[in-house]
């Protein structure tokens, strides 16, 4: 398997929209609705199953107070056999339409996580990572007799273990934490407040709402704006929502209609955000080749200049051909820039400045002027 850090390049093919992401939620069970979508047609995919729980009756405090938690009829299987059947299938009919380069999301709890694992595995997906979530309010163990369980955990993981170029947005994220790699254990608080839906009695639409900036964190990991995301447990729709403000296209299954209804509304109350703040995050490489030359050209450094470095130690004349010149030395910005310092190796964009008016500006951010007028124009 050929693994690039970086992920797919921000100038690969993509999905382009010009207006509001489009999202949508198809009622029905996601195995027979998903097998109407072509082949190889989705980017991300992030599935939150049933659990499989094995409630056997009601959970109550120690002081007989009932505790508010899942007891729906869909997250009940007659057998542990029964319930590997079912996600056997949900995986084959999403990884049907995941296109080569797609990812897979799996989020659950002790209950069933290890059992998708396996399954994933023997289907042949290939694990990148797990995720730990941990909740920093998580619901206490009222018997005191395990453990407070207060995390979940995601599988991340590509088609095939031949799959390349699948995105992940390695510098976006690690520029947000503060220049460090992002972490696999993740501390993020349970839905509450606002963000929780509840219907007209008061009461949770749904048992298992995601919060949004789980996904959010998911989407922006592992996804591009124009990509075509699908959740085939849609529930109260927070991966659509979340989709649609990040500009990701979404498409949503779901076989309870109440949710379905709740979800729609939800997700038709979000606005994107703007296009300029979604943008991917541009590397040095992914950026459009520059030369030095090109600044001469355009009149951003005229001939006969002087470079200098940032303490005006070394002074290089600029060369009508783009190249300097440092003494009898002639070589490109990198070269001279190198021999200026007595190294082996320099990046000459980001050593040599131009004296303006304003003071010496390195020649990068001309070199980043031209970059930005391309992307406009692109």
Known sequence: MVVSRRGASARAPRTKFENAPSSHIVIGDCVAELSKLPAGSVDL????????????????????????????????????????????????????????????????????????????????????????????????????????????????????????????????LKAANEDVQARSDWLIPLCTGEERLKGDDGKKVHPTQKPEQLLARVLLSSSKPGDLVIDPFNGTGTTGAVAKRLGRNYIG????????????????????????????????????????????????????????????????????????????KVGSIHRIGAVAQGSGACNGWTFWHVETKNGLRLIDELRAEIRSEMAQAS
Request: net charge neutral; glycine share 6%.
């Open 45 to 172: 995919v992030f599935a939150d199953p049933p659990y499989n729980l094995q409630l056997k009756g009601d959970l109550k405090r120690p002081d007989e107070s009932h505790v508010d938690a899942v007891n729906d009829e869909w997250d009940k299987f007659s057998s542990f056999s029964a319930y590997d059947d079912f996600t056997r299938a949900w995986l084959l009919a999403c990884r049907r339409v995941m296109k080569p380069s797609a990812t897979l999301w799996v989020i659950g709890s002790y209950h069933n996580i290890f059992r998708v694992g396996a399954i994933m595995q023997d289907l042949g997906f290939w694990l990148l990572n797990d995720i730990v979530w941990r909740k920093s309010n998580p619901m206490p163990n009222f018997r005191g007799r395990r453990f407070t369980n207060a995390h979940e955990t995601m599988i991340w993981a590509a088609r095939d273990e031949k799959a390349k170029g699948y995105t992940f947005n390695y510098e976006a």
């Open 253 to 328: 299954f779901e076989r309870d209609r109440a949710y379905a209804a709740a979800a729609e509304a939800r997700i038709a109350a979000i606005e994107p955000l703007p296009n300029a703040t979604l943008a991917p995050f541009m590397t040095a490489r992914d950026a459009p080749r520059v030369a030095f030359s090109e600044l001469i050209e355009r009149g951003m450094i005229m001939p006969g200049a002087k470079l200098v470095d940032a303490k005006k130690r070394h002074g290089a004349l600029v060369r009508a051909d783009g190249a300097i010149m440092l003494g009898d």
